[in-house]
Every structure is written in structure tokens, then in C-alpha cells.
């Protein structure tokens, strides 16, 4: 093969074969909104790279509730944290003392 030739080289197959372009659009789900004494939080501990997270979840009210709770707990327990598909995500072993900090806010 010489260097000044441009291959051709068709890979794929034709539209009128049979075959479309699918399309997935991506919706949110709608989650039910709840009050926060309505909640049913679970605690999950779990190892990550070697360290620990703990999993704090799942909440039913809007993300910017979340964000703004989430602020509150950072900064008062000095750890970091984020929330991710309605869990809060923080780090180290932090169970015990986010119970007592839920329970102050309401939830169950």
C-alpha cells in the first residue's frame, strides 16, 4: 500500500436495511415528596478504596433540601460528603453520630 492512498472502507450498515437510530432520552423519575418525619433512613457502612463511607439515604424531597441539610451536617461533624441519586454519601464512620443528627431535624 502506498502512503498517498486514502482507504474506502465502509463499516456499518444502510438505513434502508431494516435498521434505525435508536434514541434514548433519558427522563427523571419522579419520586414521591415526603415529610421528613415520613422518612425511613437506612445507615450503610462500606469500605471504598480504603476508606470508609457512610451511606445515609434514600430521601424523598428535593435536591436543594438535600444540598442545604447535607451543608448543615459537613460543617457541624467536619467531614466531607455528597449526595448522589438521593443518598448522602459522607465520609468515615459517622453512623452514630448522624442518627442524633437526623433525629434533631425529624426524620425517622
Known sequence: MS???????????DIQDGWSKIEQIKTKQNKPRLKPHEHTLKFIKEKRRGKTVTLVGEFFISDKEIGQILKDIKSQLGCGGTCKDGYMQLQGDMQDLLRAKFKELGFN
Open 3 to 13: 502512503r498517498g492512498k486514502k482507504l474506502d472502507i465502509f463499516i456499518g450498515a
